[in-house]
T-cell receptor, first 113, second 104 residues
Framework: DTGVSQDPRHKITKRGQNVTFRCDPISEHNRLYWYRQTLGQGPEFLTY????????KSRLLSDRFSAERPKGSFSTLEIQRTEQGDSAMYLCASSLYERTEAFFGQGTRLTVV | AQRVTQPEKLLSVFKGAPVELKCNYSYSGSPELFWYVQYSRQRLQLLLR??SRESIKGFTADLNKGETSFHLKKPFAQEEDSAMYYCALLGFVFGPGTRLSVLP
């Protein structure tokens, strides 16, 4: 499968724990996006990278959230001191350039108990 | 600010009826609009983009810069069209989505 892949698919964690998600984009894609999606809502933009540079962060992305894309390849999204409100589907997408089609991964479903 | 609105959360139509899913955007620059679809238990995928001016699965959409709209239309809905539809600006700023339910 040469599409966008995300790991893990599901994560259950206790409140206050840290979690890290990984996204592997399509190999030649320069842009990588992170979204959060809750039931019945559209994808909420969190942040995006152009190669290894993080170009934009949403105000939704509190200080507990951090994302990296070392060497412009895979990306990680870390949530520190998780809260129940962080429970959601976290989606990753990649695109070749700006203004081109975004290809989505299957998402990581986070449940904070 | 970049923003996409989709006024209808749910749209139910009967099979064979016309469908129009509304999308409005706000953006100060030159817009580029996309429609994405998410079928049950599948990942989000592109349906069409305005620059291509193509019809996919019978769906079309026209960019109206004067009304800042990019409505999705299909003349005759099919049951397999039932899904979540998202309008996206620049390819990555998404609206809240409209659930289309096509009834038999």
């Amino acid at each position: 499968d040469t599409g966008v892949s995300q790991d893990p698919r599901h994560k259950i964690t206790k409140r206050g724990q840290n979690v890290t998600f990984r996204c592997d984009p399509i190999s030649e894609h320069n842009r990588l996006y992170w979204y959060r999606q809750t039931l019945g809502q559209g994808p909420e933009f969190l942040t995006y990278f152009q190669n290894e540079a993080q170009l934009e962060k949403s105000r939704l992305l509190s200080d507990r959230f951090s994302a990296e894309r070392p060497k412009g390849s895979f990306s990680t999204l870390e949530i520190q001191r998780t809260e129940q409100g962080d429970s959601a589907m976290y989606l990753c997408a990649s695109s070749l350039y700006e203004r081109t089609e975004a290809f989505f991964g299957q998402g990581t479903r986070l449940t904070v108990v | 600010a970049q923003r996409v609105t989709q006024p209808e959360k749910l749209l139910s139509v009967f099979k064979g009826a016309p469908v129009e899913l509304k999308c409005n955007y706000s953006y100060s620059g030159s817009p580029e609009l996309f429609w994405y679809v998410q079928y049950s238990r599948q990942r989000l995928q592109l349906l069409l983009r305005h620059i291509s001016r193509e019809s996919i699965k019978g769906f079309t959409a026209d960019l109206n810069k004067g009304e800042t709209s990019f409505h999705l239309k299909k003349p005759f809905a099919q049951e397999e069209d039932s899904a979540m539809y998202y309008c996206a600006l620049l390819g990555f700023v998404f609206g809240p989505g409209t659930r289309l339910s096509v009834l038999p």
